[in-house]
């Protein structure tokens, strides 16, 4: 058995939300790696944006990607995707 193979049957029964939350764990170690070499956020931003764009065409083709990322605005001015929020 290949390690895709094991990689892909030790996921089988996992539920969505506990993958996305691996995911995401996967994807803030790399991030915090990449900052430790010196890499700035900005282009870090920019290159996972590039890359998940690039799967959800992939995955689902153009049309629905760019519905997707017409639906980003309003989720994003209503905080979806803020951390922190400011104290005053």
């Known amino acids: 058995m290949t390690t895709t193979e094991r990689s892909t ?3 089988e029964g996992v539920p969505d939300q506990e993958q996305k939350r691996v995911a995401l764990g996967y994807l803030q170690e790399a991030w915090a790696e990449a900052r430790l070499d010196g ?3 900005d282009y870090l931003a920019q290159a996972c944006l590039f890359a998940a764009f690039a799967e959800f065409v992939t995955t689902y083709g153009e049309e629905a990607a760019a519905t997707f990322a017409e639906r980003l605005g309003p ?3 209503n905080c979806e995707f803020t951390l922190e929020q400011q104290r005053q």
């Open 9 to 11: 049957h030790a996921r």
């Open 39 to 41: 890499i700035d956020g």
């Open 75 to 77: 989720r994003i001015r």
